[in-house]
């Protein structure tokens, strides 16, 4: 096919060509099919359904009286639930902050003081700590007491004593009502 005067004066001036045309096109064809063969390879990284149902777990509550307190398992971690007493709120109130290895207000720890909700693994070697039972021994602050190394954590989960250099960790949870929690 021949060009015409027109093609050959646009060429001059701007050096483009039908080649370079042709690499543009082949250029965009690879981006578009190394796109359509990475998409499966990312998706697969994506969690699996049962990896997701795990994410999250629902807890009745209506079972544990005041006072009582029960461990649930939540992505394969211990998660402590406690119903506390006016006398267990009233002591986490209490407490100095300033006092406090790792200051955090019993408030910002609960979305409702009487449920008191928390990873039970200890942050100094991840032990999990006595104190869920009536019978374990609760430390010197009526909380945990993690038995590995000495850990004593107060009735809202804070260290007060030991190596362990955090408060227990409060995860994400919902009240779905006022009987049901969501954690996670």
């Known amino acids: 096919m021949a ?11 701007t050096g483009e060509t039908r080649r370079d045309f042709l690499y543009l096109l082949t250029g965009a064809a690879t981006a578009v099919g190394a796109g359509a063969l990475a998409w499966p390879l990312i998706d697969s990284m994506n969690p699996s359904a049962d990896v997701l149902a795990l994410a999250s777990t629902e807890v009745d509550l209506s079972a544990i009286d005041e006072g009582m307190s029960v461990t649930v398992t939540w992505r394969g971690k211990p998660v402590f639930i406690r119903h506390r007493t006016a006398d267990e709120i009233q002591e986490a109130n209490g407490v100095d902050l300033g006092a406090l290895r790792d200051p955090q207000s019993d408030a910002d720890r609960v979305e409702r003081p009487e ?3 928390m990873v039970g693994v200890c942050t100094h070697l991840g032990c999990v700590p006595l104190g869920q039972k009536p019978n374990d021994e609760q430390g010197e602050y009526g909380g945990w007491f993690c038995p590995c190394h000495g850990s004593h954590y107060d009735s809202s989960g804070r260290i007060r004593k030991g ?19 969501r954690i996670g």
């Open 115 to 117: 449920w008191l909700i």
């Open 3 to 13: 060009e015409t005067a027109v093609d050959q004066q646009h060429q001059a001036e």
């Open 163 to 181: 190596p362990a250099p955090l408060n227990l960790e409060v995860p994400e949870y919902t009240f779905l009502d006022d009987t049901t929690v």
